[in-house]
């Protein structure tokens, strides 16, 4: 079972029965028991052509402008023709929303291996590492869940605190994130809460705003229309939400005291609000992890990177027990009705969504639902 997006309209989704093909050498067939299905998976659908998400599993009749959305999940190793990668093993990494994936295992050490598919190349080498869960320092089997959900944005939100933190906040000392509920941002405002000096500001919707003051990592919430009652001084903003008209308000509300203004997602992806007024304030720049990742290895070597991140994990989940409800869909209809949620924004932000097609049937016509 693959579920498959149309890229130029990704409302459009099919459910498609696929057959299995026979191992060629040196290759590994995984079954895809569980992935999490979030707002970051949106993003890589609206960057897919940019970043080349699209180029990692793509639909096998190219041309067609169907995709498959990369997901974070655990899977099984089923099949296998490579040596070092035995059957029955276990591991986290980057799938496709499927119930299967054939991959060329390369790179194989202690604690996984690398899918050297051509198509993988097409990306960071991060998002085509898998990892044997027995040697992961982070997995927890009871949190398995959180792993699947948390641990891709967590990443992103490491890179984010750690890069602002590399330049001293720019001279800033203020954080100001929107799409405060999100929980790329709430990771990212609970590590930028922890250092010292610093005003983590939030910004979300009237509907999200009790949740996102009851959390405790932000100093200040406000609403998208109250960004104005903000208190004057040096500020960098993160940008999470994607909405134009949000970005033009905070840089007037800011203007030359605006240190620096960070993309990193697009939960509001259809906000297409005019741009034909240049922003007052520095231009914004997207935030590319793997570049940041790549540094920090050079600078404390991966030993000391993956320690970093482990640690900041560590502190991160356990505080995520006092907010976060784990929600299951299984089969094609229900995984679509969460990837429909996420992409018209009908997201409670206290609910995680751990998704399932494996040993499932669901219907192989496109959809739109709005």
């Known amino acids: 079972m693959n579920l498959e997006v149309d890229k130029s309209d990704l409302h459009r989704m099919r459910a498609v029965e696929r057959p299995s093909v026979p191992l060629g050498p040196d290759q590994a067939r995984l079954r895809v028991d569980a992935f999490g299905l979030t707002s970051n998976n949106i993003t890589y659908a609206v960057y897919g052509e940019a970043m ?55 790179r194989i050490d202690d604690s996984g291996f690398s899918d050297l598919t051509a198509t993988r190349g097409a990306v960071p080498a991060v998002y085509s590492r898998y990892s044997f869960v027995e040697s992961d320092p982070v997995y927890d089997a009871d949190r398995e869940a959180q792993q699947m959900l948390l641990w891709p944005l967590m990443v992103t939100s490491f890179v984010v605190d750690d890069f602002l933190g590399d330049h001293g906040l720019f001279g800033a000392t203020t954080a100001v994130i929107s799409s ?33 003051a009851g959390l405790g990592c932000y100093d200040t919430t406000v609403t998208y229309d109250d960004v104005d009652s903000l208190a004057a001084g040096d500020a960098c903003f993160i940008d999470i939400a994607g909405r134009r008209d949000v970005t033009r308000r905070v840089h007037a509300h800011f203007g030359d005291h605006l240190r620096y203004s960070m993309v990193v997602g697009d939960t509001h992806w259809d906000n297409q609000a005019d741009r034909s007024e240049p922003l007052t304030g520095p231009r914004p720049v997207f935030l590319f992890a793997p570049d940041q990742i790549a540094k920090r290895r050079r600078d404390w070597g991966r030993d000391g990177f993956e320690r970093a991140l482990s640690a900041a994990w560590n502190r991160f989940v356990p505080w995520t027990d006092q907010w976060l409800t784990i929600r299951h869909a299984a089969g094609a209809d229900e995984v679509e009705a969460v990837y429909h949620s996420l992409l018209d924004g009908r997201i409670d932000p206290r609910v995680g969504d751990i998704c399932t097609l494996a040993g499932t049937v669901g219907r192989s016509r496109p959809t739109d639902e709005r």
């Not at 180029?55 to 974070?72: D, L, M, S």
């Not at 790329?184 to 590590?191: C, H």
């Open 52 to 106: 080349r998400y699209w180029a990692c599993f793509p639909a096998p009749e190219e041309g067609t402008g169907w995709g498959r959305v990369p997901v974070w999940g655990f899977g099984e190793v089923v099949e296998s023709s490579t040596p070092g990668v035995a059957e029955s093993t276990r591991v986290y990494g980057y799938f496709p929303m499927a119930d299967e994936v054939v991959v060329q295992p390369g």
């Open 180 to 212: 405060a509920s999100a929980k790329t941002a709430i990771a990212a405002a609970f590590l930028l809460a922890e250092r010292d000096g610093v005003e983590v500001v939030g910004l979300t919707s009237g509907a999200n705003l009790g949740f996102v």
